[in-house]
Nanobody, 122 residues
Framework: QVQLVESGGGLVQDGGSLRLSCAAS????????MGWFRRSPGKEREFVAG????????YYADSVKGRFTISRDNTANTVSLQMNSLKPEDTAVYYC???????????????WGQGTQVTVSS
């Protein structure tokens, strides 16, 4: 079992930055692909970013490419999402996930965090 706890969410102005962190416990995440998803009000949960187990390959949704950066530290058992140039449409609950590639396939997600709220004001 892997427990995932997100932190770092909050309220930020249009164009601002936030850094989300996901701390894992229970098992080391080094054998899992890790990712971030988000759910906006009235929408389905969507893939945001993913990273392979070694941290050598990263994947992004088109809507965040060039603005968000995912990284991981297997020694610290953490995954981060640096979000720059935030827009109001980035407002959502952000979830950390652990599983196997491709993370866009829902059955490949083994573990979810509880989520952290990100609100971008215009």
């Amino acid at each position: 079992q892997v427990q995932l706890v997100e932190s770092g969410g909050g309220l930020v102005q249009d164009g601002g930055s936030l850094r989300l962190s996901c701390a894992a416990s229970g098992r080391n995440i080094s054998t899992y692909a890790m990712g971030w998803f988000r759910r906006s009000p009235g929408k389905e949960r969507e893939f945001v970013a993913g990273i392979n187990w070694r941290g050598t390959n990263t994947y992004y949704a088109d809507s965040v490419k060039g603005r968000f950066t995912i990284s991981r530290d297997n020694t610290a058992n953490t995954v981060s999402l640096q979000m720059n140039s935030l827009k109001p449409e980035d407002t959502a609950v952000y979830y950390c996930a652990a599983g196997s590639l491709p993370l866009t396939r829902s059955r490949n997600i083994g573990y979810w965090g509880q989520g952290t709220q990100v609100t971008v004001s215009s």
